[in-house]
Each structure stands twice: as C-alpha cells, then as structure tokens.
C-alpha cells in the first residue's frame, strides 16, 4: 500500500502521460467481455488526465473506473447502460465523444454544415459565373512589354 | 557580458523589423524606389541581428551559464550536450526566440530569392513579414525575455523535463516551426495582394514554392513529432487527437488545401478570391496553434485567467493579424477580377473538392479542439471532446477525398470525363482489391472494414502510379520511348505521384497498425516467455544501469522464432536525478516495417514485472509514407517551371504530347 501511495506521489508531481494503463490483474477472464471493456474504457476520459482514456492512464482513478465498468460489465450490462451509469456518478465531462445534446450541437453539427454549406457556395458560384468571359484583359504597357518578349529582345 | 550583447542584439532586432516595416510601407505609398528599397537589407539585416541573439542563448546552454535565469530553470551542467543545445528550444522562451528566428529567416529567404519580384510586391511583402517579426520581438522582449540574469547565480540548473531529452526533440521543433512560419510568407504574398489590389497567376507561382517548402516541413515536422510520442510515451500510441497535435494538424490540413488551389490558380487563373483567403487562413491557424500552446489556456482555462499576461498579449497578435487580414480581405477582395472558367467535372473541379473537403476538416478539427474552452468560458460546463470524437468526424469526412485523389490527375483541365478516369483507374481499383485479398488470405481474421480500408491504400498507391503511367504512354509507345516520355515529365508530375502515393502508404500503416496490431498485458518472471506476432520472447531478467543524469531499471529480453534467438530487446524505466521524474524507454525492434514494441509497468510484489508487449504489423508505414509525401514536396520544388524567371533548359528531346485526355 504505501510504495502505491509513493509511486501514486511521483506520477502526480510528474504529472505526465505514462504507460502503465491496464494490469493483468484487472483483465476479464471472458475475452468478449475484456473486449468490451477495452472499447468503452478507450471512450471514457480519465478526470485527472490531461487527454488521457482510462485505458491509456495509470492514474489511481482511472484504475477505479476501468474496474467499475469490468463489475458493470459482469453484471450483464449493456455497453449504453455501463456509459450512462458512469455518465450519472461522473457527468458529461468524462465522455471522450460528447452526446449529441443542446450544448453540443453545434459541435457535432459543424462538420455536416460546413460541408454541405460549402458545396452550395460551390455550385451557386459555378451557376453564377456560367458563361462570363474571364481575365483581365492586358494593360497598354504590358502588351508592349508582350510585343517585345515576342520579338526576343 | 556576452548575454547583455545578446540581449542587446535582439533589442536591435526590434528596431530593424520596425524600419523593415515603416519605410517599404511609406517607400509603397508615395512610390519612392530608394524606400522601397530598405526592405531587403533590413530583412537581412534583422536576421543576422536575431541569429546572433540565439547562438547567444545557445552558448549560456553550451557553457551552462546558470546566472541566465532560462538555463538554470531548463539545463543541467551534466546533461549531454546535444540535449544543452536542443534545450533552448525545450521552453517558452526558447521556442519564441526559435519562432521568431526562422520568421526572419524566411525574410531573409525572400530579400534574397525575391530579386525578380515586382519592386512593390517585395517591398509590401516584406513589410508584412517585417510587421509579424515586431509583434514577436515585443512578444519576447515584453513578456518572455530568456536573457533575464540571476544574482548570485545558482550552482546547478533544475534539469530539462527528461521527456524532452531526446533526439527527436533536437528536431521536431525546428522542422515544425519551418512549416508553422514558412506559411508566414504566403500570408505576406496574400496581403501584398490584397494592398496592391492586383493578382495574377505570376502572383502564385511565386507563392506555390514557399507553400510547398512550408508544406514539407510542416508535414516532416508532424511525422517526427508522432513518431516522438510513439517511442517516447510508451504505451504505443502515434496520435492522439492532442490539442497540440491538432494545432500542427488543422495548419496542414489548410496548407495542403492551399498547396492545391494554388496549383489551379497558377495553371488556369481561376479561384484566385479563395487562394489569396486560404493563404490568410493557413497562416492564421499557425498563429491560432502558436497561441494554443503558448498560452497555457490548453491545461486550464483558470490558468489562463490567472496569469494572462503572455496568453493576453499573442491573444492580442491574433486579432491584429487574422482580424486586420480578413478585414483587409472584405475590403479589397471585390477588387480582385475572378478568372478562368471551369466546367464542375474537370481538374479544376476535383480540386474544388479537394479544398472543400480539407477546409472542411481543418474546420472540424479546429471547432472540436476549441468548443470544450469555449464551452467552459462562456458557461462554466464542462466536456471533453476526444479521439472517438475526431477519429468518427474526421475519417468520415476524409474518406470520400481518399478515394477522389487518383481522378484528380487523370482529369483534364477545364472539362474532363469523370467515367474515362474512372476506366483508367479500373486497373489501380482492381489492384487494391487484389492485393486487399492477398492480405485477406494471409492474415485472416481482423475487421472486414480494415480490408477495405487496406484497399484504399493499395488502390491509391497504384492510382498514383497510373497518373505516370499514362502519360508516358508504357505499354501503347516503344520502351524506350516510353522512357523518354517518363523522364521527360516535368517535376512537379513526379512530385504529384510520389506525394499522393505517400498518402496510400500512410493509410496502409494506420489501417494494418490499427486493426492487426495485437497486445498482451502479462506479468512476467524471470524465464517466463510470451508469443507475440509470432515471435516468442523471453525473460531474461532486470539490471540496473547509470546514465549521465539518471539512473534506469532495465528488463532484457530474447526474441525467439522456430526455437532461435534472432535479436534481443532491452525495455527501460528510468528516473531522472534532477526532477525525480520517471519516464519509459520502451524496447523496440524493427522487423521489416513492423515492429514489436515492449514496454515495462509495475513491479508486482512477488518479483514479477508486468510487462506489456505489443506487435505492431506494418506500423513504420505510417511515416514512411509522410516521409514520401515530403519527398513529393521537394522533387516538385526542383521542379524548373516553379523557378520564375529561371532560364527554360533547351530541350534535345522534342517535347511530348502529354497522355490524351
């Protein structure tokens, strides 16, 4: 307990990403579940983290929730039912890919409006300028200049 | 003494890049040559000043002068010296110093490159570069000056955060930077324009080269930093979707957007309006991604809040330069006459798309890294918006565009055949698929997907090729001939093929590494083996080892196949002295271009270590091919044509008639 508690000192004066996510001793015996387990923790933030998943991290609390959702798992919850357990006891805040909610809306919805406003801007550009004579026609003195380049001197 | 001269030299620096950008500016308005004149000499002459500043600061790390106040916060006196010397740029204030050198580096580039530029295109340019050059000298000066001294000075430095002691960070700032402010000249270029109200396809040709050399680097810069994090990290990932990450990702993804429509503009006059934007708009997300990292307001919005006077000040550089030059833009941009008529399938077209769908993912990049700050600014909630967020959005908005990149070439210009093209590409598909079933054959087993997504690779490997293939005419012309024709093709062709191949050799690292790869989390014992990408390793024990400055448990392992040892991998864990900070030095052996990658965790209190080993199948693909893509930047650079003004090379051959269209 106490070199935990030591190592757990270290980590957090480091504060750094380090590579010690999951422990053999945590593993599912079920590899379908441990499957399972491993594509929810990689969508679950670890709170201490700096942009870590649970399954990244080695943080103490991290740990914590990879074992929570490995009991939920257990206990024959669905994947929805274990995310919206952790949402409940932890917030929105942990979720790596936000729920599609008010406050998220436009988040999600810049993708799809950007590209589909783009590809209007698109064709009602290329509608617009159908059939119009382009370029800039010479000016007086670089059609001189054209005359001498042509004659090579 | 030499540090005061240091200083001195940078305060000078400021004054130059002041003169740099008044006078050309005053020389441009009333038409004065002599004026105008100054920006060269003053763009040189501000380079040599600021360069002289760094290997100051450079030579406090060499000697280990912790009397600077920087040195001793970032170097130790018994650090190796290429760690003292990649240690300037390892801090705040080094990198700003490092940022604002290569910005007047690319100045001096251009006073000395720029002989045949329009006299008042160089003056204005110029100037525009001199302006960003003053706001990051008063940056540093004002807010993050290295050159602060110590009285007494301390005997020893704090150490630089062992992370950062590393080859790779001798070299991923520099190649970084070189991109993030290489697009700075293009920036310059656009409100060149924009001032002189005046663009033409000259105007890109100038630009496109600088472009593409920010491009290359930007591109080697990532793929360095990448790599980094992969060997450094030590659990095996190579992106992360970090905010930092995408602060280098989001200037990439605009640039290469720029890369392309400058490419219509100097071929065919048309998108000049959005040309000229893109290029405000790369730079402005370098300067966006500067402030990001700088600031502090990616660890905590609070941070930022409390401290805000270096995040206050480049928030400030932000708004004056992406503000003033769109501002500029909505002015001026109604005065510059749109050009060069194009049907929508065409080359033109294609890339249309191509710009529409990298802004568009720049976008969403960029809004996915900045919405959980603004959320948290504006009401106080808090999410988090990670890679399953960015891998869903952007890989659904980047597949179509992988699959569009082999028409691109095969369509003409102005009006092309979609349906040709694809005939064409009916080979290269073919291939994909082939070659997808190759694999299917060999490895079956991973995600029906990850054998579409290997398809792509392979198909965009081969529709690249096809490109060349055409237009030397192999297989309808004699050999020799045909080769003729091969090498007769301009550079920026090979350019072309070699960077869009890269990008199918990147795709193929990422699918097979991402889907293939396997992980085993075992505790282990002395003697005790594990089977992985059918090699077995085995156990042999720790041993405790000395470094300059820390100390390190290392495990060593035998690498076995069929019951021989082929090689063997050392895995470290190692504490450095000075900051008592641990980091992982993960064991890894390359195996063609797949690696094994082993990585030590706890020791367990019976004796065991646990030990976390992964096969990682065709994995170095991922940055061989950002290593092609920047090859294709450079062969395309040597391109003649981009020269301007170069003298066209008499041609014994006589110039062939490029594929049908």
């Known amino acids: ?20 996510a999951v422990n053999p001793d945590e593993v599912l015996a079920d590899p379908a579940l441990e499957a399972r387990a491993r594509a929810l923790s990689a ?3 670890c709170m201490v983290c700096q942009n870590q998943s649970i399954d990244d991290s080695n943080a103490d609390l ?43 809306l436009l988040l999600w919805g810049a993708p799809v409006v950007l590209a589909f406003a783009g590809a209007t801007a698109m064709l009602l550009f290329a509608r617009r300028r159908g059939g119009k004579p382009t370029g800039t026609p010479l000016s007086e003195t670089e059609k001189a200049e054209l005359e001498r380049a042509l004659r090579g001197d | 003494m030499i540090i005061e001269l240091g200083h001195y030299a940078l305060v000078l620096a400021l004054a130059t890049v002041i003169v740099q950008f008044v006078l050309p500016v005053i020389g441009t308005a009333r038409g004065d040559r002599a004026l105008m004149a100054v920006a060269p000499a003053a763009a040189l002459a501000g380079f040599f000043l600021v360069l002289f500043s760094f290997s100051v600061l450079t030579f406090a790390y060499v000697v280990s002068d912790f009397s600077v106040a920087n040195v001793w916060e970032n170097s130790h006196s018994l650090k190796p010296l290429i760690y003292k010397i990649s240690g300037v740029w390892g801090n705040h204030e080094g990198s700003m110093m490092l940022w604002l050198l290569i910005l007047s580096f690319f100045s001096a580039l251009v006073a000395t490159f720029g002989a045949n530029l329009p006299e008042r295109l160089r003056a204005n340019v110029l100037a525009v570069q001199g302006l960003i050059s003053v706001a990051f000298a008063l940056f540093i000066l004002l807010t993050s000056n290295p050159f602060l001294r110590l009285a007494p000075a301390p005997a020893e430095g704090r150490d630089l955060n062992p992370v950062l002691q590393d080859i790779g960070l001798a070299i991923h700032p520099p190649l970084l930077y070189l991109g993030y402010v290489g697009f700075s000249v293009c920036f310059s270029f656009a409100i060149a324009a924009l001032i002189d109200g005046r663009i033409d396809a000259a105007w890109a040709r100038w630009v496109r080269p600088w472009a593409l050399a920010a491009w290359s680097f930007l591109t080697a810069g990532i793929a360095m930093g990448s790599y980094w994090a992969y060997y ?22 605009a640039g290469t957007a720029l890369l392309h429509s400058a490419l219509v503009m100097e071929k065919r006059e048309a998108l000049k309006i959005w040309t000229v934007l893109l290029a405000i708009l790369t730079f402005s997300m370098s300067l966006l991604g500067t402030f990001l990292v700088r600031s502090g307001v990616l660890t905590s919005v609070h941070a930022f809040a409390t401290d805000p006077t270096r995040g206050v000040f480049i928030l400030g550089i932000l708004v004056f330069f992406i503000g003033g ?31 529409l769908i990298l802004t568009t993912a720049a976008a969403t990049v960029l809004t996915g890294t900045l919405y959980p700050l603004v959320l948290e600014a504006l009401t106080g909630e808090k999410i988090s918006v990670g890679p399953p967020f960015f891998n869903l959005t952007f890989g659904g908005l980047i597949l179509p565009l992988l699959l569009a990149v082999p028409f691109g070439p095969l369509l003409a210009w102005k009006r092309g055949d979609v349906f040709a093209a694809g005939q064409r590409l009916f080979a290269a598909a073919g291939v994909g698929l082939v070659l997808a079933a190759v694999v299917l054959y060999i490895h079956s087993g991973g995600p029906v997907l990850a054998y579409f997504g290997l398809a792509i690779g392979f198909y965009m490997i081969a529709g690249a090729v096809t490109d060349l293939w055409l237009r030397a005419g192999i297989g309808k012309v004699k050999g020799n001939v045909a080769f003729r024709r091969l090498i007769g093709l301009p550079g920026s062709a090979f350019g072309t093929t070699l960077a869009h191949i890269g990008i199918g050799v990147t ?16 505790e282990m014992k002395p003697g005790m083996q594990v089977e992985s990408g059918g090699y077995t390793l085995v156990f042999e024990g720790m041993r405790q080892g000395q470094g300059p400055n820390y100390t390190e448990e290392s495990g060593h392992f035998n690498v076995m196949r069929g019951g021989v040892t082929v090689t063997d991998i050392w895995s470290s864990k190692r504490l450095y002295m000075a900051r008592r900070m641990p980091t992982t030095e993960a064991g890894i052996r390359t195996f063609g271009l797949s690696q094994l990658y082993v990585s030590l965790g706890d020791a367990m209190a019976d004796g065991g270590m646990v030990v976390r080993v992964w096969w990682k199948p065709m994995i170095l693909c991922i940055w061989i091919g950002a290593l092609i893509m920047m090859a294709g930047g450079a062969v395309s650079l040597l391109d003649r044509r981009l020269r301007v003004g170069a003298p066209q090379k008499a041609r014994k051959v006589k110039p062939v008639l490029e594929a049908a269209e």
């Open chain 2, 507 to 522: 795709v193929i690292g990422i699918v097979a590494a991402t889907a293939f790869q396997t992980e085993h989390v075992v």
């Open chain 1, 62 to 104: 991290a740990r914590d929730l990879r074992l929570l959702v490995r009991e939920r798992l257990k206990n024959g919850d669905s994947d929805e039912a274990v995310i919206d357990y952790v949402v409940s006891r932890y917030g929105e805040f942990v979720l790596l890919k936000p729920r599609l909610r008010g406050e998220t």
């Open chain 1, 43 to 45: 969508e679950l933030r």
């Open chain 2, 232 to 253: 450094e990290l030590g659990w095996g990932g190579w992106w992360f979707w970090d905010p930092v990450e995408n602060a280098s990702f989001i200037p990439w993804l």
């Open chain 2, 325 to 355: 030059a769109l501002s500029l833009f909505a002015f001026r941009a109604a005065t510059l006459k749109a050009g060069g008529l194009f049907a929508p399938i065409s080359r033109e077209g294609a890339l249309v798309l191509n710009n």
């Open chain 1, 1 to 20: 307990m106490m070199r935990r508690l030591v190592l757990a000192a270290v980590f957090l004066l480091s504060a750094l990403p380090s590579a010690f």
